[in-house]
């Protein structure tokens, strides 16, 4: 799949996956900015995307940011749908006790390209019978 991609900012690093077969896309940081404990800020990346029909891009968190520093995506996965030309800009929250400083250059996220189906929903009377039915949280077990 080919996905168009133009930078926004002369700072904007395109993202590459970083190993063959990688799901995630990294995404950088074009701006300074600090983040304190409990709070959360806006990072820009400089670049803007154009989807094909039915694709989305999930931005998700790095896992080396969430367990080095508590920093992940507040809003995770985020959906950029296919209609959208802004550029991507990535919600990081810090649950650390220190403050953490985001640097332009700096990987702060994933962004997977995902295939999805848009479904009608059609209003019913009733639902069809499962064996397990209504049963909601913890109903599997495990959570003693």
Known sequence: MNIEIIKLHPAAI????AYPGDAGLDL???EEVEI???EAQLINTGIAIALPPNTEAQIRPRSGLALKHSIT???SPGTIDAGYRGEIGIVLI???KNRFKV?????IAQMV??????????IANHLN???RGNNGFGSTGGME
Do not use: D, E
């Open 14 to 17: 395109i993202p590459y996956y």
């Open 28 to 30: 950088f940081s074009i």
């Open 36 to 38: 304190l404990p409990a």
């Open 73 to 75: 995506v507040l809003n």
């Open 94 to 96: 810090n649950h650390g």
């Open 103 to 107: 640097v332009p250059g700096m990987k």
């Open 113 to 122: 390209i995902s295939s999805f189906i848009q479904a009608k929903l059609m």
């Open 129 to 131: 019978v499962t064996t």
